[in-house]
């Protein structure tokens, strides 16, 4: 599975939109763009996954570059519960590993209020 | 409908004992991944089984680590004759089809907390 960069830390405040950047440059055209979230002694949480085009779903939106070397988790309105570690995986449907997610070490968001 | 079970939460062990943890996946699936997750540190797969077959144990220690997901019953992480290292929090997760192929999300339960003395 090709790597992600994601920033170590991130902080916003409540109520405002918050862009979580990911760098792929390695992306691989059967990579699909899948991000989790997990909130502190919890387990991971499934957010949204998309493989060209920007996807939207009740938690958030996947805004993905043309090029695919990039994407970005959008939280329209960060809550305080939105405070979490934010993964970017990249899962190969083709060949490759048998389906366990390789995560790196996220981005840690805090949320002020 | 229940999520991933996962028992105990918290697990406190000695060196040289045994450790079961046990994993009862979402109602309707039939596929379940094991990670671990050092203080710190991102999810590290270990195993992949479906009911009664190994699929994927790359990321599983050699030894004193064993898997299984019976026919019946959770699947359980077993690990022998613990050292302080082992020490780490442990997930498993369900898919209702071999997550890869389908691009379905894994849920994932909360995890045990395995503590060595």
């Known amino acids: 599975d090709a790597k992600t960069t994601q920033p170590n830390s991130m902080e916003s405040n409540e109520e405002e939109p918050v862009h979580l950047p990911c760098n792929h440059s390695?992306?691989?055209?059967?990579?699909?763009i899948h991000w989790y979230r997990q909130l502190p002694s919890q387990g991971p949480e499934y957010v949204i996954h998309?493989?060209?085009s920007n996807v939207n779903n009740r938690m958030a939106s996947l805004a993905i570059a043309e090029d695919r070397k990039s994407s970005t988790l959008i939280l329209h309105r960060a809550t305080l519960r939105d405070a979490a570690v934010y993964y970017c995986?990249?899962?190969?449907?083709?060949?490759?590993?048998?389906?366990?997610?390789?995560f790196g070490k996220g981005t840690k968001l805090s949320v002020k209020p | 409908n229940a999520g991933v079970m996962q028992n105990p939460r918290h697990l406190v062990r000695r060196r040289g004992q045994e450790a079961r943890l046990r994993c009862s996946p979402m109602?309707?699936?039939?596929?379940v991944y094991w990670y671990r997750q050092l203080p710190e540190e991102g999810l590290k797969f270990m195993v992949y089984?479906?009911?009664?077959?190994?699929?994927?144990e790359s990321g599983m220690p050699k030894e004193r680590f064993s898997a299984e997901f019976p026919k019946e019953g959770p699947s359980i992480l077993r690990i022998q004759q613990v050292v302080r290292g082992d020490s780490a929090a442990y997930f498993c997760?369900?898919?209702?089809?071999?997550?890869?192929?389908?691009?379905?999300?894994?849920?994932f339960g909360d995890g045990t907390r395995l503590s060595i003395l």
């Open positions: 995986i990249l899962r190969d449907n083709y060949g490759g590993s048998q389906g366990n997610l390789i």
């Open positions: 997760a369900s898919s209702p089809t071999g997550s890869l192929l389908s691009n379905q999300p894994q849920h």
């Open positions: 109602k309707g699936h039939s596929h």
């Open positions: 390695t992306i691989s055209g059967t990579d699909y």
């Open positions: 998309g493989l060209t």
């Open positions: 089984l479906q009911k009664e077959n190994i699929i994927d």
